[in-house]
């Protein structure tokens, strides 16, 4: 899971893409870069957080009226620092010119390293969308009907989840164009300004920037965009769309929409679902900062319990999404102080959006205790995780499922209970997700294999079958 934006006019660009760049950081904490183009390359590209990487004003303002920029969440290599810093994006190659970035995972990787001659200079599955694009695209005279022939080609070679940006320039107009996956798991928006045009893994980037939306990016298609403002779009693969549910749940911000559903809404609608479906005697509703705050307000406006601070949280970065196990229990401890004149004597009900490993909830749980609450029921607005998500989320191995016990079988909700130390926990059903969210979703981690879309079925049981090593089964198969 990352952040992608692309913007392309007549004036320079750089600015607008650092600014959105910040309002992409929580997609992805380990790396950033961008690129801009006027008939030379600027490139700046490292590991760490946005204002890190863009820290003085040469590197925010670079000449070029097209560029594109990333927020890197790693699901592919390794995670030191140096493969980190190495597998930053952009990436792009000057035989032909052609930069890109990408939003989610081709599982084929093996299978793509046969397709081009070119070596790949990282180990991220960027270089299986961008080396067999530029193989089809050199010596040839650029144009939209070149652009839709190489998409095609290669969209019907990958395997996976892809929103992917691409820049080139045949010399005399560069071209930003964009390909989306058939079943749309990762999210792609338009917008436009005076001129400009954008494209962007979610639209809260427009109120950042000040750009108008324009429409959701269908599954299947290819959208060319020139200097002047020409727009060219074609689905090239047609299918029921299945974004990932895991975006309604947590990554996606709540001032985001996804086909028109506010994410905000979906999260209090969850909230309102799991209150009716696991309801729960208790004195206060407590969310996890920052997490659980829509799911705590529908739970408390469906069940008349109020809604109180308990937690307050003094880091923005995100847990879940931390590298290392290292990383994810610093930001838990560092990054959470329990209210006593809350919590004291008082049954709570602690609402977050979905338990991985378990480790960050054990620990709020116990500090909840500590601050002396007489009871904790935990709610979970998304079901159990269970297995690894192959299309573009880190949860690498079935063996990091606190849901799956050591022999590989699905626990009670009872075990995990006594294994975070809560006194209840509940879970919203995937009936009850499906109802919240108002459309289908990928939801391949909470039930496997059928939430997989049904082309995929034999590839991720084989990735399943594969999985037990330190590396991801789709590098492995």
């Known amino acids: 899971m990352c952040g992608v934006i692309g913007i392309i006019g007549r004036q320079p660009v750089s600015r607008l893409i650092y600014h959105s760049l910040l309002a992409l950081q929580h997609r992805g904490q380990s790396s950033a870069g961008r690129i801009t183009y006027d008939g030379n390359i600027h490139v ?37 620092i140096e493969s980190l810093k190495r597998n930053s994006q952009p990436e792009y190659l000057v035989n032909p010119f052609l930069a890109a970035v990408h939003n989610g995972n081709i599982y084929n990787t093996i299978e793509m390293e046969t397709k081009t001659n070119r070596i790949p ?52 107009n560069p071209y930003l164009f964009a390909m989306t996956d058939p079943y749309k798991l990762r999210p792609l928006v338009l917008g436009k300004h005076d001129g400009m045009y954008c494209l962007t893994s979610e639209t809260r980037v427009f109120k950042k920037i000040n750009f108008e939306y324009v429409k959701d990016i269908p599954g299947g298609s290819v959208i060319i965009i020139d200097q002047d403002g020409c727009i060219h779009e074609k689905q090239i693969i047609k299918k029921q769309e299945k974004p990932c549910m895991f975006e309604f749940v947590y990554f996606a911000k709540p001032d ?82 329990f209210l006593r004149s809350v919590l004291e004597g008082k049954r709570v009900v602690l609402l977050d959006d979905s338990i991985v490993r378990g480790t960050n909830i054990r620990k709020i749980v116990r500090g909840i205790k500590n601050a002396g609450a007489k009871e904790v029921h935990v709610r979970i607005g998304c079901p159990p995780l269970i297995a690894p998500c192959y299309l573009g989320i880190d949860m690498r191995s079935r063996k990091e499922f606190i849901a799956r016990d050591q022999k590989g079988n699905i626990k009670s909700w009872g075990e995990i209970a006594k294994e975070i130390g809560a ?46 090593t330190d590396r991801r089964a789709y590098e492995c198969v």
């Open 121 to 172: 200079r990282t180990v991220c599955d960027i270089q299986w969308l961008l080396l067999p694009m530029a193989d089809l695209l050199y010596h040839k005279e650029l144009d939209t009907d070149t652009i839709f022939n190489a998409c095609e080609t290669v969209m019907h070679q990958i395997k996976g989840s892809y929103s992917a940006l691409f820049l080139a320039d045949s010399g005399k």
């Open 256 to 337: 985001s929409r996804i086909n028109n559903r506010s994410i905000h809404n979906v999260r209090v609608e969850i909230g309102r679902i799991l209150a009716q479906e696991q309801p729960v005697k208790a004195d206060i509703v407590v969310p996890v900062p920052e997490s659980g705050r829509r799911y705590a307000t529908g739970f408390s406006q469906e069940s008349g319990i109020p809604i109180d601070e308990g937690l307050m949280k003094d880091k923005f970065e995100r847990s879940f999404i931390q590298q290392t196990q290292e990383g994810r229990d610093k930001i838990v401890n560092e990054g959470l102080s």
């Open 423 to 468: 006194d209840s926990l509940g879970y919203i059903s995937i009936d009850g997700l499906k109802k919240a969210i108002g459309f289908e979703t990928c939801r391949g981690c909470i039930d496997f294999p059928d939430g997989y879309p049904l082309e995929m079925h034999n590839d991720v049981m084989n990735m399943f079958k594969a999985d037990g």
């Open 44 to 80: 700046t590209k490292d590991i760490g957080l946005v204002r890190e990487i863009f820290n003085e004003p040469k590197k925010i303002d670079t000449p070029g009226n097209v560029g594109l920029g990333h927020t890197r969440y790693s699901t592919a290599g390794m995670d030191d």
